[in-house]
């Protein structure tokens, strides 16, 4: 129980910087969909789509390795941070120098024409986070995680301050007085308020970066990319899986004037299921140092199903939430919106099968076989090219929700299948379809029982929520454990 409810604590810690750093970062959301028109947002959803996947190609793996290679006796943990750094330093200003030269070309194929100063910006944005990524998982491997969010969350304050400098206060000075701001950047002003947090981060990094005895070994370079490149290509198919719907969208919906519209819808629509991202990402920087430091691997297979099934509990529980209350929380978005709505629930379901292919995929981390994660998530990218293309020229925006629903599930099936093949471990599949038919029931009686006084559907919808949460407490006892956890614990 202690070990369930350590790793519970440890994901609370984290979302500190996650959960509330993010929300709060998810807020520039309502202002994008107030001050710009679906058709300028799609340029920032389809900006930081790229963004997604070019910074997977620009850590190549290296995070994990990291963890891998550091808690081997065989390496000093100071030489494997070293090394690591070194690789990212390098790979990140080739990046900056090859986007910046070939910027006029990369923007003529991708429509932006005189705007290709922003892949310029994308550009110098993703090879400072890549390199800090690793600084970053340092703190995570020495349990460092309250410096881990202040510094997160300075970051994200400076990036939402300067959005609303940029976006809402500069443009109502005087322009006659302040010549400077004759020049617009309209969206542009996004990336640069990025950038400059990119950078406010990195000087605060300097510190730690200054106490490090630089060395940079080859020998256990080769090894860690050995070990971390089949991780690469998994990332690229994930970011395949991931972001392959936004980019498709632009090139086959149906008429392509309003790719860049439909491509906002979708973006902000999606945003509103920043709480299951969120979620799982807290759980991320919590559960990999985690299960890395255990040595017992049967304690590890036991624990493994364990935090799988109450991970499963809570994403449900988030589904839930915001698909009961979805009629205030589709006002995060602007009215001009709102039209996109209908692919919430299938995105986090989505979502929601994303994170336990996480939970699945630590068997062949452990195991030193990182090739089995890039058979998954080709898997997945394969599904996700197939379904987009089929499905966008008939269904639109929705079609890539449903294809992104369907090349996660895919791609539980398949680790699941390998996991038990390889690693096997006793899952409660049980209690998780259990919970999945009554989430989902409980969701379908939402949309059947409408009132029109608002209040009397907020108030019923809370109790098929509590419904939820009982059935939840009466077989697991959760909170009365955690409770009885906490009250113990010295």
Same mark, same amino acid.
């Given at each position: 129980?202690?070990?369930?409810?350590?790793? #519970?604590? $440890? *994901?609370? @810690?984290?979302?500190?910087?996650?959960? @509330?750093?993010?929300?709060?970062?998810?807020?520039?959301?309502?202002?994008? *969909?107030?001050?710009?028109?679906?058709?300028?947002?799609?340029?920032?959803?389809?900006?930081?789509?790229?963004?997604?996947?070019? *910074? %997977?190609? =620009? &850590?190549?793996?290296? /995070?994990?390795?990291?963890?891998?290679?550091?808690?081997?006796?065989?390496?000093?943990?100071? &030489?494997?941070?070293?090394?690591?750094?070194?690789?990212?330093?390098? &790979?990140?200003?080739?990046?900056?120098?090859?986007?910046?030269?070939?910027?006029?070309?990369? !923007?003529?194929?991708?429509?932006? +024409?005189?705007?290709?100063?922003?892949?310029?910006?994308?550009?110098?944005?993703?090879?400072?986070?890549?390199?800090?990524?690793?600084?970053?998982?340092?703190?995570?491997?020495?349990?460092?995680?309250?410096?881990?969010?202040?510094?997160?969350?300075?970051?994200?304050?400076?990036?939402?301050?300067?959005? %609303? =400098?940029?976006?809402?206060?500069?443009?109502?000075?005087?322009? /006659?007085?302040?010549?400077?701001?004759?020049?617009?950047?309209?969206?542009?002003?996004?990336?640069?308020?990025?950038?400059?947090?990119?950078?406010?981060?990195?000087?605060?990094?300097?510190?730690?970066?200054?106490?490090?005895?630089?060395?940079?070994?080859?020998?256990?370079?080769?090894?860690? #990319?050995? +070990?971390?490149?089949?991780?690469?290509?998994? !990332?690229?198919?994930?970011?395949?899986?991931?972001?392959?719907?936004?980019?498709?969208?632009?090139?086959?919906? /149906?008429?392509?004037?309003?790719?860049?519209?439909?491509?906002?819808?979708?973006?902000?629509?999606?945003?509103?299921?920043?709480?299951?991202?969120?979620?799982?990402?807290?759980?991320?920087?919590?559960?990999?140092?985690?299960?890395?430091? $255990?040595?017992?691997? /049967?304690?590890?297979?036991? $624990?493994?199903?364990?935090?799988?099934?109450?991970?499963?509990?809570?994403?449900?529980?988030?589904?839930?939430?915001?698909?009961?209350?979805?009629?205030?929380?589709?006002?995060?978005?602007?009215?001009?919106?709102?039209? !996109?709505?209908?692919?919430?629930?299938?995105?986090?379901?989505?979502?929601?099968?994303? !994170?336990?292919?996480?939970?699945?995929?630590?068997?062949?981390?452990?195991?030193?076989?990182?090739? +089995?994660?890039?058979?998954?998530? #080709?898997?997945?990218?394969?599904?996700?090219?197939?379904?987009?293309?089929?499905?966008?020229?008939?269904?639109?925006?929705?079609?890539?929700?449903?294809?992104?629903?369907?090349?996660?599930?895919?791609?539980?099936?398949?680790?699941?299948?390998?996991?038990?093949?390889?690693?096997?471990?006793?899952?409660?599949?049980?209690?998780?379809?259990?919970?999945?038919?009554?989430?989902?029931?409980?969701?379908?009686?939402?949309?059947?029982?409408?009132?029109?006084?608002?209040?009397?559907?907020?108030?019923?919808?809370?109790?098929?929520?509590?419904?939820?949460?009982?059935?939840?407490?009466?077989?697991?006892?959760?909170?009365?454990?955690?409770?009885?956890?906490?009250?113990?614990?010295?």
């Amino acid at each position: 129980m202690s070990e369930k409810y350590k790793l #519970l604590s $440890q *994901s609370a @810690v984290y979302g500190v910087s996650s959960i @509330v750093g993010r929300f709060l970062n998810y807020l520039l959301v309502p202002l994008y *969909s107030r001050y710009f028109l679906p058709d300028q947002y799609g340029i920032v959803t389809e900006l930081y789509s790229y963004a997604f996947f070019f *910074s %997977i190609i =620009l &850590t190549y793996g290296l /995070e994990t390795g990291y963890f891998r290679f550091s808690n081997k006796e065989s390496y000093s943990e100071n &030489t494997v941070f070293s090394t690591c750094l070194v690789s990212l330093l390098v &790979t990140g200003i080739l990046f900056f120098i090859l986007v910046a030269f070939f910027a006029p070309a990369l !923007g003529s194929i991708l429509y932006y +024409y005189d705007n290709y100063y922003l892949l310029v910006l994308l550009a110098a944005i993703l090879a400072i986070d890549s390199f800090i990524a690793i600084v970053f998982a340092r703190l995570r491997k020495f349990n460092k995680a309250w410096k881990f969010a202040g510094i997160k969350l300075f970051n994200i304050g400076i990036n939402i301050a300067l959005n %609303i =400098l940029f976006i809402v206060i500069l443009p109502n000075l005087n322009v /006659e007085s302040l010549p400077w701001l004759q020049y617009d950047l309209g969206v542009g002003y996004i990336l640069l308020a990025n950038l400059i947090a990119s950078v406010a981060t990195l000087l605060l990094l300097v510190p730690d970066l200054l106490k490090v005895k630089y060395s940079f070994d080859f020998k256990l370079y080769k090894s860690i #990319l050995i +070990y971390s490149f089949p991780l690469l290509f998994a !990332g690229l198919a994930g970011a395949i899986n991931e972001v392959a719907d936004r980019i498709f969208l632009k090139f086959l919906i /149906e008429p392509a004037s309003d790719s860049f519209y439909y491509l906002g819808i979708y973006g902000a629509n999606a945003k509103l299921a920043i709480l299951m991202t969120l979620f799982i990402q807290a759980f991320r920087y919590a559960a990999e140092p985690y299960f890395f430091s $255990q040595k017992n691997q /049967e304690l590890v297979k036991v $624990q493994n199903a364990i935090a799988t099934k109450y991970f499963a509990i809570f994403c449900l529980a988030i589904f839930l939430m915001i698909m009961l209350f979805i009629n205030f929380f589709k006002y995060f978005n602007g009215v001009k919106y709102h039209e !996109g709505v209908i692919i919430v629930p299938v995105l986090l379901m989505s979502n929601m099968l994303l !994170g336990i292919v996480f939970n699945l995929s630590f068997w062949y981390k452990i195991q030193d076989k990182t090739k +089995y994660g890039a058979f998954v998530a #080709l898997v997945g990218a394969l599904v996700t090219i197939l379904a987009n293309i089929i499905l966008i020229p008939y269904l639109g925006y929705i079609g890539a929700a449903y294809a992104a629903l369907l090349s996660h599930l895919a791609m539980v099936v398949y680790s699941f299948y390998l996991n038990q093949k390889y690693y096997p471990i006793k899952y409660d599949l049980f209690s998780f379809f259990i919970y999945l038919i009554i989430s989902l029931l409980l969701y379908f009686l939402s949309t059947l029982t409408l009132f029109t006084n608002h209040i009397f559907n907020y108030i019923l919808n809370g109790l098929y929520f509590l419904l939820f949460l009982t059935v939840v407490e009466v077989r697991e006892k959760v909170f009365r454990d955690f409770f009885s956890y906490l009250i113990k614990k010295p």
